[in-house]
């Protein structure tokens, strides 16, 4: 198991717990073994002004361990906090405004949008946590009549799928049905998460050949 106490040549990625599934896909699939992994807990997006606090507390516990530390969030509603934030330590984050445009991509999120304005989008992970995350959390499961209240302005349903699953597809499906909303599907994959990783790691894969040896975790 690797130590936060060797010397700096690994990577970590702070990231949003709604990206742990995925990035560790990417990370697996891609052979990213001097990558390291701390997620935040995803509940947080339904209150975004914390976000910067919590990961400048989690940049503060790791930049002495490692070479390198990229933030795993877009602006994610912070209006700008995040990106404050970076420039202060001089690290970067995924490009965009939310996760959404990042596995979209940010030219066909930005035609998704001017498509229809109001849309309420769907990822895998929003898909598998839909009754928390959704349900639950905005009380409509208490209280059903909160649909209209925060639904009633939208017009469709966008589910960004990253992998190819019926069982996802399925309930993403049943989620729009919930909402009294139409569905659309569309199967993007990573998009610009996969490809601002890439970015991060590839070039320390031939400057740091030995770690690759070593194998990496997703910290507690």
């Given amino acids: 198991m690797h130590s936060l106490h060797e010397p700096k040549a690994r990577v970590l990625i702070i990231a949003c717990g709604a990206l742990a599934k995925e990035i560790v896909a990417l990370k697996n699939l891609n052979e990213w073994h001097h990558l390291d992994i701390q997620c935040i807990d995803a509940k947080l997006h339904h209150r975004p002004a914390l976000i910067p606090a919590r990961l400048k507390e989690q940049i503060e516990r790791y930049r002495d361990q490692y070479e390198k530390i990229f933030v795993g969030y877009a602006d994610c509603g912070t209006a ?58 905005l009380g409509i499961d208490k209280h059903p009549e909160l649909r209209d209240d925060y639904f009633g302005n939208y017009k469709r349903v966008v589910y960004l799928s990253q992998i190819e699953d019926e069982k996802l597809l399925n309930a993403a499906k049943v989620a729009a049905e919930r909402l009294s909303l139409p569905f659309v599907h569309l199967h993007c994959g990573y998009g610009e998460v996969e490809r601002a990783l890439s970015a991060q790691l590839v070039q320390r894969i031939s400057v740091y050949p030995n770690h690759g040896k070593k194998s990496s975790h997703i910290l507690a």
């Fill in 80 to 137: 700008g906090g995040i990106d404050r934030l970076i420039e202060e330590y001089g690290i970067e984050r995924l490009p965009g405004a939310d996760c959404f445009a990042c596995f979209a991509g940010l030219d066909n999120f930005k035609a998704l949008n001017d498509e229809e304005l109001g849309t309420f989008y769907l990822t895998d992970f929003l898909v598998r946590q839909f009754d928390f995350m959704v349900i639950q959390m």
